[in-house]
């Protein structure tokens, strides 16, 4: 359960993101060069120029409390940030160390307009402006480090603004007036005497053109107030005068910014095109020329939407100066470009939020493909028609063998360099993990090392309520490994089903698909058909049954699905049946669970891959408590508002193919969390207690007695038996908040199955299920003694040494997978948030390998010095027998 | 007879809207907004010298979250009245959890955190003043390979006992004065078939050191 200290890094690794970046900063002033960066995921992080790691970070609260308004850094400056919405915190930092200075709050009275408030930091005070449309500009001034008022708040009064006003500090600018003769005006809201610029907004375009009136602000940290106007035209604000540049924008889509260069005021321009990849220009403003180093483009780097988040013109030592251009896509991912368009380093900052994970074997390498099609019965039938023609190829398949043990021997320095190629190992423990990020980019990770091995990004993928399913593993040689995810299109809501090889991240089989329906329900046939695949089956809104491929719609009988709406608990189940010609869905049983107005929190179903081992629990008086291991069963929380008991949270075990209702329980003045688990006959699901203040975890376990219900063999039907089976439970405190749990799965489910939880302190613990096992008894004697049950205690310990991931913090952990091993012993782990976090944990201890510290030598020397032993007794023997028969 | 039966539960909802995690605290939120503060103390002999950008404090596992300033000092900003359970979150060190409680006129009490006994007050002083209770304890030593550990092992014992038996006895086996011994001895065992155990001994102890080998070789033998 826990770890040695010399295997820190051996079995498990971390990497830690920041998130979507929205404000960046160079610092180049302090010794190590950094940018530091204020992301979606309300993160404060510095990045090292060089590398791109993380060298500090803070992460505050995922609520709107942590929102990140206001990043600013200027050189020999402190960071500053404005954190919160309505109160606000400001807040320093060193950007060296990280470490706070001083941090203030303000709070804006007036409420509904809080949101509209823009911050800058100008002369080392913190400008506060909150417009009041059409009517009034309120400015307030703080002191950045005190939060000290300099004098009240000043009201400029502005009626021409309106919501398509943008503010580039401390310029704030309009378009006003109607269609056809519109006037640009802009204010500097900081300066004593108000002074309107105002020109009529035809100045800046040519004759002819129709001019919508659309503002947008430079991008990144621009040296001087510009703005774009319709996305073609560029203009400065120099001396209270507008200043139209000469260039226009170079692409509808592109992102601007101006600098000052060594070699004078420089506007640099990105883009990027579907076709023609990633384009970057830069102009000199003050000798308008394009500046020829900068320039970039080709299909190299393929960034979609490309947007600057800053440029950094570094002097070197040479004559030219260095650029580096730090570019943010709509995948999330933050690149840095030096000139040449080579990209320094990237960062995939959309794996700080994934949606969905799924562990999918490796295929076997070819020669073990080769020898597994031999011993393949079906297969051995078809091609050899003699004894002979099988010996041959075993010869074959052994001359192979030969050939590649030699290759390894003599390249064995040559591997090293060259990547290990995607085959599985012996233990099966090297996989890939395929991940599917929030905002629709997918990944295929390998686990071992945690190295990115593909990356497709779909913006058409909304990936609100995705799954996953792997359709055919890598175990049938001739046919490829199949994953298919089944999202949502982003703009129509209707079904999008997009079909890849994860082991390479190509397409497949249905490639992408659009459904023109919205989906109700996805399922996965259980039986394959010729091609192994297992079938997909939708079921639309209107209640109609698409299969997927078609041809495996006459394979589709006994499925039984249901649909369960979050808001009102409703459920519904269907029977699916194939006619003839199609597959229809009939409505067979509907639930109100939970009562008036209750919701659904959440639902655990078992795991696909799941298995049962034992049927029953030896007891202490030799006889067997025999589980009730129904496959179709859920655990369905809701909770409801109760006038006398405020909430009340109610944990249901639904048969969701009859849609009987095994076993339930509520708890009072309670509030149910989305956490829930079940696997084989145990429940698990957490609520907090508000009448006591607490996180209980509840759990269930289901027995069908100690006689059997049906004989040895048999299948379970959800049909066949109407008894009731008897639950067990009990409740525990959990001295932690979680925010993540899940089950330990191995491959037979021979080994103990523990509970994994994702601690809000950030800690990944590792708890057998022994010690929130519902038949713990109240007091040790006897039978359950004998039993090896763990008397009852009410609080949970959760020591230091379960933790899975010591020191090594996992932010944010959102959610836990676990996936079975080829060892029977081993459970693979991963444990998503804002950082990723992979090990394998033993719940039972490696009692299938050896243990890590095995001593090789002791146990060679010890035998090596018996057989000399041996030897030399031996010969000291028949010397002693020689002289004793002299004598 | 059950009809063998075998289907499909499908895990997620997919009409199903996404789900507030977030629910407002059931404590009557009062519209004052108070502050938590309080000094964390830094881990005595700890040699990390940033030790304030790891610690991290939690208010309501996450609800708050505060910084560390240089001095160890803490801020926790805009809480409106309510219970809180404050916490230190250091990668490193455990500290004890404290329970803030605000009343609706701002007045604020410290206490332990007990969550089996909810009603039991233990006050503790306000400002907070959070010390490290101790290191967390990850990992499981590992065994060290020593000297002594090997030759006081049993299965040792019982390999260099009969070696000590087979190879240093019949070396004092030569010595005359000890062969005298064992002779008597074994004379004495002739003539009385089961020899009396105190005359066993006492003959032994007169012979002094050696004969105690002698015995050890009897009892050998007996073996």
Known sequence: ?887 | MCRMLSSIVPLLLLAANVLCAVNPSDDEVGVGRYIIEGRVFPPENSDASNWQIDTRIHVNAGEYIGFVKNDGTFTLHNVPSGSYVVEIVHPDYMYEPVRVEINSRGRIRARRVNYIQTSQVIQVPYPLKMKAATRFRYFQVREQWRITDFLFNPMVIMMVLPLFLIMILPKMMNDPETKEDLKQFGDIAKMTEFPEMSEYFASFFSGGAKPGAAKAKQNKKRQ
């Open chain 1, 1 to 887: 359960m826990c770890i040695y200290e010399d295997q820190i890094g051996k079995f498990d690794w971390r990497q830690t993101y920041v998130g979507r970046i929205k404000f960046a900063q160079f610092d180049t002033v302090s010794t190590a060069k950094k940018i530091i960066v204020a992301t979606e995921e309300n993160v404060l992080a510095a990045l090292n120029l060089k590398t791109g790691q993380v060298m500090w970070r803070h992460v505050f609260e995922s609520a709107s409390s942590g929102d990140i308004q206001l990043l600013h850094f200027s050189d020999g400056d402190k960071v500053t940030t404005v954190t919160g919405s309505n109160p606000y915190l400001v807040r320093g930092w060193d950007p060296t160390t990280g470490v706070l200075l001083w941090e203030w709050p303000i709070s804006i009275i007036d409420t509904e307009r809080a949101h509209l408030s823009e911050w800058w930091v100008q002369n080392g005070m913190l400008v506060h402006l909150l417009p009041a449309f059409g009517s009034h500009l309120e400015v307030t001034m703080y002191n950045l480090m005190t939060g000290s008022n300099r004098g009240a708040t000043s009201k400029l009064p502005t009626v021409w603004t309106n919501d398509g006003c943008i503010l580039t500090p401390p310029y704030y600018t309009c378009i006003s007036g109607n269609m056809g003769n519109y006037m640009l005006l802009s204010l500097d809201v900081t300066s004593n005497a108000v002074q309107i610029i105002s020109k009529p907004l035809s100045n800046y375009f040519s004759e002819g053109e129709v001019i919508e009136g659309n503002l947008r602000p430079l991008d990144g940290k621009t040296s001087q107030p510009g703005f774009i106007i319709d996305d073609k035209a560029i203009l400065l604000i120099k001396n209270n005068e507008f200043e139209p540049l000469n260039v226009r924008l170079a692409d509808q889509s592109a992102s601007a910014t101006f600098i000052d260069a060594i070699s004078g005021p420089m506007l640099v321009q990105a883009w990027s095109d579907e076709n023609k990849g990633l384009s970057i220009t830069a102009y000199n403003i003050a000798t308008n020329t394009e500046i020829t180093d900068m320039q970039m483009s080709g299909p190299k780097i393929n960034i979609p939407e490309a947007e600057l988040l800053g440029v950094l013109c570094i002097n070197t030592a040479r004559e030219q100066p260095a650029y580096r251009i730090l570019l943010n896509g709509a995948d999330d991912a933050v690149h840095l470009l030096q000139q040449g368009g080579r990209v320094v380093w990237s960062r995939e900052e959309s794996l700080a939020n994934i949606v969905a994970a799924e562990f999918v074997d490796l295929p076997v390498s070819e020669t073990d493909a080769a020898l597994e099609s031999e011993f393949d019965q079906k297969e051995a039938i078809k091609v050899y028609s003699s004894v002979w023609a099988a010996f041959v190829r075993r010869l074959h398949t052994q001359y192979q063998q030969l050939h590649t043990l030699i290759q390894n021997l003599q390249g064995e320095g040559a591997v090293l360099d060259t990547p290990s190629p995607l085959v599985r190992d012996y233990f099966n423990l090297h996989k890939i993990i395929v991940l599917i990020t929030d905002v629709g980019k997918i990944y295929g990770m390998d686990n071992l090392s945690g190295e990115i091995l593909w990356q497709r990004y779909d913006g058409n993928l909304n990936t609100e309520s995705v799954v996953m399913f792997t359709r055919r593993s890598a175990r049938h040689p001739p046919h490829d490994a199949y994953v298919t995810i089944i999202g949502k299109h982003e703009e129509t809501g209707n079904g999008y089903v997009i079909s890849l090889n994860p082991i390479r991240g190509t397409l497949v089989g249905e490639r992408v698909l659009r459904l023109d329906v919205r989906l109700l329900q996805v399922a996965l046939l259980h039986t394959v058909d010729a091609e192994k695949l297992h079938a997909l089956i939708l079921l639309d809104e209107d209640e109609t049954v698409q299969v997927l491929p078609v041809s495996a719609a006459p394979l589709v009988r006994d499925l039984y699905m249901y649909v369960a709406d979050r808001e009102t608990g409703r459920m519904q189940g269907y029977a699916l049946k194939y006619d003839g010609r199609q597959v229809i869905a009939q409505r067979t049983w509907s639930l109100n669970l939970g009562g008036a107005g209750a919701r659904i929190v959440t639902i655990a179903g078992k795991s696909r891959t799941e298995r049962v081992h034992s049927a029953g629990k030896p007891l202490a008086d030799r006889s067997v408590l025999y589980k009730y291991s129904n496959p179709n069963l859920l655990l369905v929380v809701l909770e409801r508002p109760d006038p006398t008991h405020k909430d009340v949270v109610t944990a249901v075990a639904v048969d969701a193919a009859c849609g009987a209702v095994v076993a339930a329980s509520t708890h009072r003045r309670a509030r149910a969390l989305p956490l829930a688990v079940h696997s084989d006959n145990c429940l698990a699901y957490l609520y907090r207690s508000d009448k006591h203040r607490r996180l209980e975890i509840a759990t269930m376990e289901l027995y069908e007695g100690n006689e059997r219900w049906l004989p040895a063999g048999t299948q379970f039907s959800s049909f066949g038996c109407a008894r009731a089976p008897s639950v067990e439970r009990q409740a525990y405190i959990v001295p932690a908040s979680l925010t993540a749990l899940a089950f330990t799965s191995t491959e037979k489910a021979i080994t103990d199955t523990h509970l994994l939880m994702g601690l809000s302190t950030g800690m990944l613990m590792e708890l057998p299920w022994a010690y929130v096992d519902p038949r713990r008894p109240m007091t040790l004697s006897g039978e359950p003694r004998e039993e090896g049950l763990i008397p009852y205690a009410p609080e949970l310990p959760l020591p230091a040494e379960a933790s899975l991931n010591y020191n090594r913090t996992v932010q944010r952990v959102r959610a836990i997978y676990a996936a079975p091993s080829g060892l029977e012993s081993t459970s693979l782990v991963l444990a998503t948030g804002l950082d990723l976090f992979y090990t394998r944990v033993a719940p039972s201890k490696t009692f299938d390998l050896l243990k890590d510290d095995f001593d090789y030598h002791l146990i060679s020397i010890v035998l090596a010095a018996l057989i000399v032993a041996t030897y030399s007794t031996k010969y000291f023997a028949s010397r002693k027998m020689l002289k004793q028969a002299w004598k």
